[in-house]
């Protein structure tokens, strides 16, 4: 259970409400110029995050020069949320509070000018420690298993569906992040959607912040067979092992045809889905071997 205790002991204390430190974490992995310019969006506005902190994941070392960005590069690629939790952690060891923000971004996203004013502004009115919010919400459809983006600025859980914050922006309270358990053993895609159903259960809720429209390109670029692999397996995983019963055993017995299926077909492709299917009814997680 998550409470505004120590958020309101400040305030009565103090009278005033203390400013709220603001850090940033990336994974970045790929292209260093991609992580270089969205470092580079998040400084261009009036409002400029206390701290930002990327964990590096690349096969070479990500520099950014002397501009106080903190670069942590662990000796295991853990994943996009293994780096994130390792980010969060690294911001408590500054001395980040639990009502401090922490916005978990992928590499590749670019802010307009002025965004961390706005999500700043916006947490003021709306946000608190039960608060995971974002960019864009999205929702799966349990009876197929695939995902689409919300306008709806806040969206709860109904009988066919699982709402969820699109994991590109990520912002919630420090104290969220460290209360809740962390879905770091995915390595690759469904983590938002793990987190996301994770909070709901918790009592907390999913907006998205209106106006906050950074740019994020996940769709240019073919399904690779790794793609295909973490995204056909983590999502099987997650709705056999997290939905209510009914759609629990609903999913096991679709993805058991799913996989008679996919073994009796010919081609990588279907080799891959079957991997992955029987992986997941065995929780084989983490990186994987591809």
Known sequence: MFTNNERLSTVLSTGIPQRRSIYAIFVHFGSNDTTKAAIDSLLSGSTRPDSIIVVDHAESAFAYGDNGVIVIRPEINTGYFGGLQTGITHAVALGAKNNDLCILLNNDVVFARDSLESISHWWSSYGNVNTLAGASLGAVSLLSGRARIMSEQQISSSLGTIPYVHGSCMVGEVGLFTSIEFPTSLF???????????????????????????????????????????????????????????????????????????????????????????????????????
């Open 188 to 290: 690759l895609y469904w983590e938002d959607v793990l987190l996301s159903m994770l909070v709901c259960k918790a009592g907390g809720s999913l907006r998205a912040i209106p106006g906050l429209q950074p740019i994020h390109d996940d769709q240019s670029s073919p399904v690779s067979p790794t793609k295909l692999y973490y995204m056909v397996r983590n999502g099987a995983y997650v709705l056999e092992v997290y939905t209510p019963v009914l759609w629990r055993l609903y999913w096991f017995i679709l993805n058991t045809i799913r996989k008679a299926y996919h073994a009796n077909m010919a081609g990588d492709k279907h080799a891959m889905v079957k991997r992955a299917l029987r992986d997941a009814r065995s929780c084989i997680l983490g990186k994987a071997n591809i």
